[in-house]
């Protein structure tokens, strides 16, 4: 179900980003088009029709406490990466988990641009366009190509890792990691539930992390769904990331 509702969302997406749309900006000076709040409303009726017990968690729609109250509870982002959408640039995404308990327990993470659509199931492992999910397993972080905000890059590239270019989707950027098609990735702090909660599956179920620098996943479904800065990447560079990303803090610095 996830998996057809979230390439049916892209197709949407895909005819707003050809015919032009309206665009303003929300609270927090995020931007927000038309797309976003159409595919929110398509793929909020389509899920809760299918599964009228579960919660709802956006971040186009007003968040419900009773969400709260749900063992199981759909994590949806629209448009992952709204800006680069509005600019016509394709580093974009449509994001949905399934989270029970806190945790993820189905995902799939549509990149229209580029025609594929993640897919992982806990315990049944992650695929993307019916290739299994495998992460790099760089044992150095010289050499290592990451992505994130420039305050954790900068200090991976001080250990010799080599930073690209903004990934605008966060849930792109983790999702690139389980695909071994690069080294790591980074979130500040004050990303999201909705940022995260797919390509937390896709990254565990390929056999990578996605942790705090302190080593715990992250967990969803909290009455305040934001999180603090985040390492993804695969086996041992995760844990050699952590020590890179953390140094400041211990030193008293802010990332």
Request: hydrophobic share 45%; net charge neutral.
């Amino acid at each position: 179900m996830l998996e057809a509702l979230a390439g049916e969302a892209g197709a949407m997406a895909l005819d707003y980003a050809r015919r032009g749309m309206r665009s303003w900006t929300k609270a927090g000076a995020s931007p927000v088009t038309e797309a976003d709040i159409a595919v929110d409303r398509f793929l909020k009726r389509r899920l809760m029709e299918a599964r009228p017990g579960f919660g709802w968690l956006s971040e186009e729609t007003a968040d419900d406490p009773s969400r709260l109250d749900r063992r199981e509870v759909f994590i949806v982002d629209p448009i992952d990466g709204t800006r680069a959408f509005a600019a016509g640039l394709p580093d974009w995404t449509i994001s949905l988990a399934v989270v029970r308990d806190g945790r993820p327990v189905a995902a799939a993470l549509a990149e229209p641009v580029a025609g594929r659509i993640f897919v992982a199931a806990l315990g049944h492992g992650a695929s993307v366009s019916g290739r299994p999910l495998s992460p790099l397993g760089r044992d150095r972080v010289e050499g290592a190509v990451v992505a994130g905000p420039k305050p954790m890059t900068v200090r991976a590239e001080n250990a010799g890792a080599r930073a690209l270019p903004k990934i605008h989707s966060l849930a792109l950027r983790f999702a690139k990691v389980a695909a071994g098609e690069i080294d790591a990735g980074f979130a500040g702090g004050q990303s999201h539930d909705w940022d995260l909660a797919a390509a937390d599956l896709l990254v565990h179920e390929a056999g990578a992390s996605l942790t705090g620098l302190d080593g715990a996943v992250p967990c969803y479904n909290r009455p305040v769904p934001t999180h603090f800065p985040l390492v993804c990447a695969g086996f041992p560079l995760h844990g050699l990331l952590r020590q890179v990303a953390g140094e400041d803090r211990r030193r008293g610095g802010t990332s």
